[in-house]
C-alpha cells in the first residue's frame, strides 16, 4: 500500500520561507506525475505545483516565481520550497502522486502570519 507523509509545516511569519517534504512508502520512479495541492478555510482544493518524472514542472499562478517543486527519486520524496509567503498562502497542503492511481498524503498546516 502506497504511503505519502508530509512534513515541514507550521507557522511563519509573512516574507518567510518553509520547505515541504512528502515522503513516498514506494518508489518515485513509479510515479508520473507528482504535486502539491492546498485547501484554505472555506475555499476550495487547488492544485499548487506538479513535476512528472521528467523534471517538467507546472505551478499556479499565484506562487509562480516564490514556489519551487522537486523531486528526488533517489530519497522517494517530493518538496515544495515556499519563499516569500503571504497571508493567503495559509492553507493545509497535501502532497499526491499519480501511477495507475492516485494517492494523497493526510496534508500539513501551512499558517502565514502578517
Known amino acids: 500500500q502506497v504511503q505519502l507523509v508530509e512534513s515541514g509545516g507550521g507557522l511563519v511569519q509573512a516574507g518567510g520561507s518553509l520547505r515541504l517534504s512528502c515522503a513516498a512508502s514506494?518508489?518515485?520512479?513509479?510515479?508520473?506525475?507528482m504535486g502539491w495541492d492546498r485547501q484554505a478555510p472555506g475555499k476550495q482544493r487547488e492544485l499548487v505545483a506538479s513535476?512528472?518524472?521528467?523534471?517538467?514542472?507546472t505551478y499556479a499562478d499565484s506562487v509562480k516565481g516564490r514556489f519551487t517543486i522537486s523531486r528526488d527519486n533517489a530519497k522517494n520524496t517530493v518538496y515544495l520550497q515556499m519563499n516569500s509567503l503571504k497571508t493567503e498562502d495559509t492553507a493545509v497542503y497535501y502532497c499526491?502522486?499519480?501511477?495507475?492511481?492516485?494517492?494523497w498524503g493526510q496534508g500539513t498546516q501551512v499558517t502565514v502570519s502578517s
Open positions: 513535476i512528472t518524472n521528467g523534471g517538467s514542472t
Open positions: 499526491w502522486s499519480v501511477s495507475s492511481q492516485t494517492y
Open positions: 514506494v518508489s518515485t520512479f513509479s510515479f508520473n506525475f
